[in-house]
């Protein structure tokens, strides 16, 4: 996108390789907003080279404070700065304790190149449908801190941010500056799921997490995130509320696909008809329930 002064305003891209105008404008949150701010460039560079070789760019990797992830205690939460990328993530001996399985999942996450440039923030502001990193935070229950030109700051909820296809809750002059999640106990389930045309270095098909908080074999807390399924990266609200005061099992499984169906809207195309969407995203509602319940006979779920 462009500010009003034709200069392009500030970009983010993603570990998909997108990237997202976060519509900028110059202010002492942002220095050098003048300038084009580029920050991994995965995609931006390919789509729009031409035009950025004409001009001087600022990268945000030359701003450490933007980068970074901190466990604050005492609010039960887990900061990541706005520039943090998909590598910094699989680096951190704190993501990986909370998240034992993270690399795992990151693996899934286009190219280790990649990886090493396109950020968090990118990845939610692209706004694409099935987002690899934006599916994972939205089970983790992740917000996000928008900063206006007057450096005023807001918090919203990632699940809030997504309007529409491409659309976003944010103002022109906002830029996102953090991410936020409350951190995941020992004894809590996360799970990341993902089918692509190939197995690496690919976009979904469909993709889904989720986490759940279970005590005495009930669950009592649970969040189901999808990507592919309908406009833009979902929060099964709806499937979630349905998994509260039930038990672990495979009649709860059953039960949460038949909502987690009505919650969602997928279209054919490329990557696959709208039943195939829909198939692929019950079997792997069904891979989250095995990989937290093993025990669980698949024959109960078909």
Known sequence: GNTGNGLVAPISTSPNGHFQSQNGHD????????????????????QRLDELREQPVRLLFDQSGRRGIRHEAGAGRVV?????????????????????????????????????????????????????????????????TLADASGATRTVPLAELYLGYK????????????????????????????????????????????WLRVENGVITAARLSAGGVGPVPLLLRRTGEYLLGRELNAETVAGANEVMQEEISPIGDVRGTAAYKRLLLRQLLFAHFLRFVPELKLVELI
């Not at 304790?97 to 950020?119: A, E, F, H, Q």
């Open 80 to 144: 990541l700065g706005a520039a943090t990328t998909a590598s910094q993530l699989l680096e951190s001996e704190l993501m990986r304790r909370l998240l034992p399985r993270l690399p795992d999942y990151l693996k899934l996450v286009s190219s280790t190149p990649i990886r090493n440039m396109g950020t968090v923030a990118g990845n939610f502001v692209n706004a694409s449908p099935i987002g690899d990193l934006t599916i994972m935070f939205l089970a983790l229950g992740a917000s996000v």
């Open 167 to 210: 659309k976003l809750a944010k103002a022109p002059d906002e830029q996102v500056t953090e991410i936020s999640f409350p951190a995941p106990r020992s004894d809590d389930f996360f799970n990341f799921e993902k089918v692509s045309k190939r197995t690496h270095l690919d976009i979904a098909s469909v993709n889904t997490a989720a």
């Open 27 to 46: 202010s002492n949150p942002f220095p050098h907003a003048s300038h084009p701010l580029l920050s991994g460039g995965t995609d931006l560079l390919v």
